[in-house]
């Protein structure tokens, strides 16, 4: 059939469905009921979605009657406003004359009530008796179903094994009662050739682990526990389903799928099904090279085509992440991707059987139809529909197609009240079907469009108009971070380890002038996972070096100097550039010199670019002259100038990006550099030499002088030639340099400028309606990723009291569940400590901890490498050294309050102000930490690492340092000399008119 008469088919079929069910809407529309109100106020008012969807998330949290009606207030009471009365109905309190309290405990228990029965809508019960009378129900209806139990997020093994033991529970419960039912269409199956007992499972919560990092780990951690769930459903003869997640899992599970279905166990087992994203981009290949795989192994498969359920979050997440959107960013492309998907998999009807799943009734008619026209056998596809929406649609859907299946969730609300948002974002999205088709009663014509045309015109619409081009640097972008999900990209972090290993065991010289000096000191680095692996030897300098290189340094300075900003700038992008095409080796040789792991080498590596990016645009944009007030006969200009020879002092937690973005500041501001690395990281720091080499920095503007600070730092730092000494490292240090670049020595002709970052003792606070599955995977990623060795690492957590247990329980378990190990394997999340030095320090601190509290974890850890226990302690206040003292490792310091006032002074309570953060839900609890909290960098809802340049302008006060932030607008003046030139331009009583002169009339 052409295509054209198909498509005629489809939109008459498309209306022939709307006509048969004209008059009805889901009730999740129906104004005659709450919900439906409240979902009708909410598509009228963006801000009212957005308050009550965060409220209908944090309502599970909302345990006591104070902290409902407080977080109702919060949540919709503005000064000037009263709480809506669209969400006082049913409250009985309208017109009551109740005042006060008692009718705010009365409206706010109607809330909680209304709310949850409208999570209840969409679960098809909240324990198993329930779920199976439930059942029982639909399918007394005629419907088939699939059960999927609700959880979606683990954050430790032992939830991964509880959820495995719910669907064991679930699947015994169905044993006993699938016997009794019989199939749909009377015969032992359903429709004559369906399993009775189908079961949904969402992969990654059963495997706490998961990350696009390991795939292999974590194909092997999901398929251990499918394959038990999976013997079992083969046991009593049902169909189990893989649900798709978000994009980064995606290759996994199909992975996962392929292994499971041609496995010696279930090769003969067809019942095991997939699910397909037609939104993904990739979808169209996957597709394609799942059917060729079935063919060559001879395999029948299941697939449920779906739109897909995560479109906000995938976009969003790209976008910050700076990776290409992986979805369609036009609705209409999705519904095309589904329609032509559909047609290859009903094309390939022998080997794919194919599950329908959407309520959109264009979508629906173009699978019936090209189903009909492609002569489909009935039992090779069927329709599904998730329970408690679009009831019309699959009452529609049941009479004419007979074959459909609900998706019924069920388990506790809690996860419940996440389903129940995203259902709720689901229908009153503006492009939703269901919305437009029964919210808006958008014209059915334009409803049963083919979407290729609406796409076209959509995209005809959106095409850029032809924009003159712009002049100067492109905007500042961060540099994208590694995205694992791509096998090229984890293949290309392992053979850079290989290369870089090839290269381990050479002596690094000093680069002065532009020359290899070498020197007959010298110092081993090594691989802290295996001490014995020398990653190179480096020169050492002395006095007698740092002469030289201020010699050189002086050198070069009048030259550098006098390059325009503009030129100083193009080494910064072009150094940008070498260490973009080297980004790979440049991380390898951190994994295995500091031992970070890849992700986070990484950003350090996108970081140092960053830096050279951002800072070479700052340069630019400061080395304009400003002109200084208005004032007419005058001409008044600030401006610019460098220093003088700066001194990079930098530390190993951030090896390149700390020691870049130092150096990169000092030298696009003019002044030439004497940079020492810090010993454990000298050969990453050498690895910077190489790249202003490789861009063509004139010899001498940057002097490669590792050493040891005893012999040559305080000499370094008290040469009357320095004028700039930019460090960043632990307090005392920071301390003595600042002491020692106080004093004047003879020769001197400037006061010396210190930029100084030190430490931090930073604080998470955790409040009693905190999101637990995101806290907790933020604080054990704050704490223990790279070891706790960065200076924004959590190293305190403060819980308020009604949420501490269920904190900690949760915290310790998932802080058990994370393997250590060497950072160049991906299987592990946390590796061994950068130094030996560093090993005793962390042990010395644990002990200090034993004292003071009490360890709720100190994991095991290998006897070979600087391995330290990643460790919890409890039981700690303000007032012991473990909650004042930095320790620069993975020891996390867990303290309890009494509220949230207490969790503000106790996070205020060290020295230090460098990061800290607040996981809450309460909007006034988040206003009062963002006047309160007393740190440099203040995160809301996140981790408190991870500052990117330009974005989180990174720094702290008080102990924490002195100096404005790295990666911020106001860092590079601390290297430059302001100066201001004001000229009398009138002479004999002459002043040239100047055009933005406002005095002339
Ligand atoms: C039985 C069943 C099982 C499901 N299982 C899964 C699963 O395992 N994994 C999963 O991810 N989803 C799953 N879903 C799908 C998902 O939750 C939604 O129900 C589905 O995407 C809605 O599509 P629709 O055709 O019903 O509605 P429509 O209104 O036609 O389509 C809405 C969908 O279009 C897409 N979209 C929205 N805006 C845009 C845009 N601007 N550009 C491009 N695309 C856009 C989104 O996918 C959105 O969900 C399942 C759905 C059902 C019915």
Known sequence: MDSLALDKKISDRGKEFFASISGEAPSIFNKGWWTGKVMDWSMKNENFKVQLFRFVDVLPYLNTSDSLTRHIDEYFAGDDQDV??????????????????????????????????????????????????????????????????LGEASVSEIESEAYLREYMELLDALKKEHASWGGLGGKDLDWGHAPKVNISVKPTALFSQASPKDFEGSVQGI????????????????????????????????EVYRRLRSSEEFRDYPHLGIVLQAYLKDTDQDLADLLAWARAEKLPISVR????????????????????IPVWTIKAESDAAYERQARLILENHDICHFGCASHNIRTIAAVMETAKALNVPDERYEFQVLYGMAEPVRKGLLNVAKRVRLYAPYGDLLPGMAYLVRRLLENTANESFLRQSFAEEAEVERLMENPVLTAEREKAQRAPKAESQAKGLARFENEPFADFTQEAVRQAFAEAVAEVRAQLGKEYPLIIGGQEVRTSDTLPSVNPANPNEIIGTICQASTKEIDLAIEAAKKAALAWKALSPEDRASYLLKAAEVARKEIFTLSAWQTLEVGKQFDQAQADVAEAIDFLEYYAREMIRLGKPQRMGRAPGEMSRLMYQPKG????????NFPLAISCGMSAAAIVAGNPVLYKPAGPSSVVGFTLSEIFRKAGLPAGVFNYVPGRGSVMGDYLVEHPDVAIIAFTGSMEVGHRIIGKASVVHPGQKQIKKVIAELGGKNAIIIDDDADLDEAIREVLHSAFAFQGQKCSACSR??????????????????????????????TYFMGPVVDDKAQQNVLKYIDIAKNEGKILLANPVAAIGYYVPLTIVEGITPEHRIAQEEVFGPVLSVMKVKNFDQAIEWAN??????TGAVFSRSPKHLEKAREQFNVGNLYLNRGSTGALVERHPFGGFNMSGIGSKAGGPDYLLQFMDPRLVCENTMRRGFAPIEEDDDWII
């Open 84 to 149: 809506p009365k669209v969400l006082k109905m049913g409250a009985g309190v309208m017109g009551t004359g109740l005042g006060g309290k008692l009718a705010a405990g009365i409206l706010a228990k109607a809330i909680r009530s209304n709310i949850e029965g409208m999570a209840k809508q969409f679960i098809i019960g909240e324990n198993t008796p329930d779920a199976m009378k439930n059942l029982k129900k639909i399918r007394k209806d005629g419907f088939a179903f699939t059960v999927d139990i």
């Open 223 to 254: 398929e251990k526990r499918l394959a038990a769930i999976l013997r079992k459903v083969k046991e009593m003869g049902g169909f189990m389903r893989i649900d798709m997640e978000q994009y980064k899992f995606k290759d996994i599970t199909l």
């Open 305 to 324: 085509l779906v739109k897909g359920a995560y479109w906000d979050s995938e976009t969003v997440i790209a976008k910050q992440n700076g990776w290409d």
């Open 645 to 652: 020879i700066a001194a990079v002092i930098a530390p190993w």
């Open 797 to 826: 957590v403060i819980v308020v009291e009604p949420i501490y247990a269920k904190f900690i329980e949760r915290l310790v378990e998932g802080a058990k569940s994370l393997a250590i190990g060497p950072a160049e394997d991906p």
């Open 909 to 914: 309570s060290t020295r230090y102000s460098l």
